[in-house]
């Protein structure tokens, strides 16, 4: 199913007659992570279910609203939730958010996920710079680009040589090291979920240079970068993907959202930091 740009703007109407906010910066809150919504000040809540054509999240821990506000100064739209491939919508509809952000004027864009770790040198609570991807999806052909192209939203063959801004990474690094923590650097495999990797998928998409692994980010950050938007995307690792786990280890979601609760004030910290900042 592809969205169309007349639906887009009747998401944009619909969250305009619900919000004087004119946000400049995009949030999206992975896994775990939607308590940092609650941070936004003078905030307009408004459910997914209340924008035409949204997709409405599935999984724990999404709650699936957006919020618009404040946040350090600056007006902010943070997507409390997000919806994933694996939940049976199409990539148009899981990427329209980042269409309606695109066209509610905002032009920098932070989106964070929780992720397995491969690098053996992460550790379960690392946060990790997204310096580049790996498209499982798309390189099979699940682009959030396929189907017609709306050459007022980006050209047909948008460049992927910088997918990650260098320098909002480097400004991360700045408000890490004010705070005395270092963070990861590293490239996102993206796979479909939303079953776990197995051991043998593991050594693939580590031999193909993958320091983490998950079932989100890349096709917003595709769409982001079609429209021209910088992106920062930041991975809380909330477990360790290795392809020899010792007898008996079993991962469950729970376990991440675990994990994830115990990152948020490190990610947090860094979040108003790079704000202030920006």
Known sequence: MFITAAQVDEAVRAVRQQTQHQPTIGLVLGSGLSSLGDAVTEADIIPFSQVPHFPLSTVAGHHGRLILGKLEKQSVLVLQGRVHYYEGYSMSQIT????????????????????GGMNPTFSPGDLMLIKDHI????????NPLRGPNDETEGVRFPDMTEPYSAELRQLAHSVAAEHDFALQEGVYAYVAGPSYETPAELNLLRLAGGDAVGMSTVPSVIVARHAGMRVLGISTITNLAVPNPAPGTVLTHEEVLETGHRII??????LHGILKRL
């Not at 004030?265 to 860094?270: K, Q």
Request: glycine share 8%; net charge positive.
């Open 96 to 115: 329209l958010p980042v269409r309606l952000m695109h066209r509610l004027g905002i032009q920098t864009f932070i989106v964070t996920n929780a992720a």
């Open 135 to 142: 498209n499982m999806l798309g390189m099979a052909g699940h």
């Open 265 to 270: 004030p490190r990610l947090t910290t860094l």
